[in-house]
Every structure is written in structure tokens, then in C-alpha cells.
């Protein structure tokens, strides 16, 4: 027993220690916003890529492939447009009307803890061939097909439309508060001008 106990009293000299030596982050740069975020909707989409060689059973050749991709749309409103003439206020009816350029529908932008190959199955010789190969199971294409996908359920939703909603409702709140009575909030295409 004695041993045992000199053993437990040394501590255990095959445990293992993890040492941070990462270095603090270096700022690269600030930005000043002028985007406001109005809306944002949230996307899953199962992407099912099969290459099939005609002629020859799957599980000798060809591939198919299972991706979910979890990813979010945002919908802005750019205030970099605004000039004097965005913002009138006429005050015999205490109204004040503003002028926005259009809603604009971002990219989508994939959540990379979320999206994952839920399944993929491979021919023998594909297996064989992607151990030749840098990269043999390559997903990019996969979170491209993603996001286009993505960016086409995004155009037929409503998602544009609620940004104007939230943006009127803001700017409404902020300039009531001012004490107006009225606000008149309108978007448009802004025009390049002459030149």
C-alpha cells in the first residue's frame, strides 16, 4: 500500500497540459455603418448532389452527397444617399416626409457551425481516386448551391416588404418623438444624376 500511495502522491506524470501561445488580435480597421439592417430571415436548405456514371453500379463509381446549409438574409436600407432634400418638413400640417433609397436584399450568409454534409457515399473507385487528390471532398460547391438556393427563397419572400414596415415604424417612433405629427416615409431607386 505504501507504493500506492507514493504513486497517487507524485501525480500522474503522463497528463497532458494545453498552453495558449495564440497572439491578441490585431484591429485591421473601423467602419463607419451607413446601412440600416431592417429585416432578417433565416434559411435551411438540403442540397442532394448525385454524379452518376452511366453503365456502372453506384457503389463501384459515382458519388451522391447530403448538405444541410443553415444560413440568414438581411435586408438594408442605405442612408448613404441622403442629402437636404431627403428630409421635408412642411410645417403647416406638421408633417415631415422622408425619402429612402430602395430596400436592398443582401447576399445570404451560411452559418458554418450549422451547415454540415449530412451524408455522402462514394463509389470504390472514387474512394481510391481521392487519395491521389489535394482536396478529394471539396464543399465548396456545395455552399454555393447553398446559397444560391437560398438567395432564390429569399427574392420570393416577403422579406423586403417587412424591412420598409420596420424602417417606417422606426423613423415614425424617432420623429414623433420630436414632436411631429405626422411622418410620410417613402423609398425609391435613387438616380445617378446627370454626368
Known amino acids: 500500500t505504501a507504493g500506492i500511495v507514493g504513486f497517487r502522491l507524485i501525480d500522474n506524470p503522463f497528463r497532458t497540459e494545453i498552453n495558449d501561445r495564440s497572439i491578441p488580435p490585431?484591429?485591421?480597421?473601423?467602419?463607419?455603418?451607413?446601412?440600416?439592417?431592417?429585416?432578417?430571415?433565416?434559411f435551411e436548405v438540403?442540397?442532394?448532389?448525385?454524379?452518376?456514371v452511366k453503365w456502372v453500379p453506384s457503389f463501384i463509381a459515382g458519388e451522391r452527397v447530403q448538405f444541410v446549409g443553415v444560413g440568414t438574409v438581411d435586408a438594408v436600407v442605405d442612408f448613404r444617399g441622403?442629402?437636404?432634400?431627403?428630409?421635408?418638413?412642411?410645417?403647416?400640417?406638421?408633417?415631415?416626409?422622408?425619402?429612402?433609397?430602395k430596400v436592398k436584399v443582401l447576399d445570404p450568409v451560411l452559418d458554418l457551425e450549422l451547415s454540415h454534409v449530412m451524408n455522402r457515399?462514394?463509389?470504390?473507385?472514387?474512394?481510391?481516386?481521392?487519395?491521389?487528390?489535394?482536396?478529394?471532398?471539396?464543399?465548396?460547391?456545395?455552399?454555393?448551391?447553398?446559397?444560391?438556393?437560398?438567395?432564390?427563397?429569399?427574392?420570393?419572400?416577403?422579406?423586403?416588404?417587412?424591412?420598409?414596415?420596420?424602417?417606417?415604424?422606426?423613423?415614425?417612433?424617432?420623429?414623433?418623438?420630436l414632436g411631429y405629427e405626422h411622418v410620410v416615409v417613402r423609398f425609391q431607386v435613387w438616380s445617378a444624376g446627370p454626368g
Open 26 to 42: 490585431v484591429l485591421l480597421q473601423l467602419r463607419d455603418l451607413s446601412e440600416f439592417h431592417a429585416a432578417q430571415a433565416q
Open 46 to 52: 438540403t442540397i442532394d448532389l448525385e454524379d452518376d
Open 82 to 101: 441622403l442629402n437636404a432634400g431627403s428630409i421635408v418638413v412642411d410645417e403647416t400640417t406638421d408633417t415631415v416626409t422622408v425619402t429612402l433609397g
Open 121 to 177: 457515399d462514394r463509389g470504390v473507385i472514387n474512394r481510391v481516386s481521392g487519395m491521389f487528390t489535394d482536396n478529394p471532398t471539396s464543399e465548396a460547391q456545395l455552399y454555393q448551391l447553398a446559397e444560391d438556393k437560398i438567395a432564390e427563397a429569399a427574392a420570393a419572400t416577403e422579406l423586403a416588404t417587412r424591412a420598409e414596415t420596420n424602417i417606417t415604424n422606426t423613423l415614425t417612433a424617432m420623429i414623433t418623438a
